[in-house]
């Protein structure tokens, strides 16, 4: 019998721990030597002249949501519609694949006016469809008294340590009071709060005295939200996470403002992550002008998320908030809407909606360690160790993955992506294969693409083409993880929400 499944050779491997030149024994799905020279396997990958990256792990996508409402400002479908986005977790995973990544951390909906537990079950059985491997950040868009004792508690048990809050969107923001109960909720189950931070109020103020002005084109998305909306939020989700001393990480940072308040209160000694996106680093609002005949006109929709992506000079600051370790995640807040789906598409109003009416959101899993990897490694902007701590080891660690997820080491799961940095490729929606009819992408050019990616110990994808069996992937629960204990800091010593076992 062969002493290993499977020994990836003669690679150059990025642990997230440092660089070495080594070879990597797999068994049972698990990497169980690391070592100069490693002979025998039943079955081996030549990494000669590649780097070996601990496969991407990617803990913000909207996968198969189903929804009601959607991401628009206006509320989008009507709220008794259901409709489930057109990614499926079987898409999703080619996709994933394709760009390197293994692991992804998804979000089971709540929607107002019921429970949480009636929505996981369906979630549950859409995800174990998938062949990545997952875990779910819980919505809480509605924070009643049954969901935050009686609920919260059976998410926790069941492996879910993560809570997802949104402060705008119809219907999902929560007032300020509906947060603080979130997070002493989750500080009393040692779980993380994952926050959408920009003011709801200020964008609807906003967004009506731009449609009463006739402004109503996708670019004016930008112009509803500019940096401040988003930097009074930031600052209120840390003021209120540091009030009941409860971990956060804020999602999907935009600008140097944002990030700014982050750093101050990182400063402070507050437990408080930073996640951007690449939309960020590569995309910018005038690509919401765009008005091209493809889309009678509405190309602009095909770039619109939330917070808006800004300007060329914003993108300077926010890499450099990745440098200093403000910003020390980047995930692709995937979230694919087709421009041709009727029912769900970025077009299903018709061109004549405003840009109230748009869903917000776009597909980036597959373009995610590309890009970042181009722009970030390749130009000379960070490190390779650093680029893999951002889309691997830093995610895994925050969301209590690790030691599983995220790096290359004994014991850990064998995810890797084997990387040809010197390759040269331009971004095209085929090559994302994924279930939206196009990229944001599109046309951009890198350097450094994934050759090979292995989940746990099976190649399933070689050169592009992705061979994983449906239903393959694995839930990966989540128990009690020190990184997010409260520091224990309170103001006048009282505490207002003990943490378990105090
Ligand atoms: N932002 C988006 O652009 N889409 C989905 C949710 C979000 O916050
Ligand atoms: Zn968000
Ligand atoms: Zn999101």
């Not at 840390?238 to 001393?245: G, N, R, T, Y």
């Amino acid at each position: 019998m062969a002493d290993y499944d499977l020994v990836v050779r003669g690679g150059t491997v990025a642990s997230g721990l440092g660089t070495m030149r080594c070879d990597i024994g797999i068994n049972g799905g698990r990497i169980v030597a690391l070592a100069e020279s490693i002979k025998g396997g039943a079955a081996t990958l030549d990494a000669g002249g590649l780097l070996v990256l601990p496969g991407g792990v990617d803990t913000h996508c909207h996968i198969e949501e189903p929804s009601r409402g959607g991401y628009t400002s206006a509320g989008g479908a009507p709220v008794t519609e259901v409709t489930v986005q057109e990614e499926s977790f079987g898409s999703a995973s080619v996709s994933a694949f394709a760009g390197g990544t293994t692991s992804v951390v998804c979000f089971i909906p709540q929607w107002k006016g019921e429970g949480i537990l009636p929505r996981l079950a369906d979630y549950e059985a859409r995800a174990a469809k998938g062949m990545v491997d997952y875990s779910f950040h819980q919505v809480i868009s509605d924070a009643t008294e049954d969901v935050l004792e009686r609920e919260v508690p059976q998410i926790v048990a069941k492996g879910i340590r993560s809570l997802k809050v949104f402060l705008t969107y119809e219907p999902l923001h929560l007032s300020d009071e509906q947060y603080l109960k979130v997070l002493v909720t989750a500080r009393r189950h040692a779980c993380l709060v994952t926050v959408h931070c920009e003011n709801y109020a200020a964008i609807n103020w906003r967004t009506e005295a731009l449609l009463k002005a006739g402004l109503t084109a996708p670019k004016y998305h930008a112009w509803s939200r500019p940096p401040v909306v988003e930097r009074e939020a930031t600052h209120r989700a840390i003021a209120l996470a540091e009030l009941v001393d409860q971990p956060i990480q804020v999602f999907h940072v935009s600008c140097a403002e944002a990030a700014e308040e982050i750093a101050r209160a990182q400063y402070r000694g507050v437990k408080v992550w930073g996640e951007t996106c690449p939309q960020y680093l590569a995309l910018t609002a005038a690509d919401m002008d765009r008005t091209s005949d493809k889309n009678g006109g509405f190309e602009g929709a095909a770039y619109m998320c939330s917070p808006s992506p800004r300007t060329v000079e914003e993108q300077g600051r926010v890499w450099e908030m990745i440098r200093r370790g403000t910003l020390d995640v980047v995930s692709s807040d995937h979230c694919g809407f087709s421009m041709g789906r009727p029912g769900m598409g970025k077009q299903s109003g018709g061109t004549a909606v405003s840009f109230r009416d748009i869903p917000n959101g776009i597909p980036g899993l597959a373009a995610r360690l590309p890009i970042l990897f181009s722009e970030g490694v390749s130009k000379g902007r960070i490190s390779l160790d650093h680029f893999v701590r951002l889309t691997a080891t830093n995610p895994a660690r925050l969301m209590g993955l690790a030691p599983r997820k995220g790096a290359i080491a004994i014991g850990a799961d064998a995810d890797l992506a084997l990387w040809n940095p010197r390759k040269k490729v331009t971004i095209t929606n085929a090559l994302m294969q994924h279930a939206i009819d196009y990229t944001p992408y599109e046309g951009l050019e890198v350097t450094g693409w994934p050759v090979a990616t292995v989940r746990r110990g099976a190649v399933v994808m070689r050169d592009g083409v992705v061979q994983a069996e449906p239903g393959t992937g694995r839930f990966l629960a989540r128990g009690p993880y020190d990184f997010i204990a409260p520091r224990g800091v309170v103001a006048n010593g009282f505490d207002a929400a003990p943490p378990p076992g105090s």
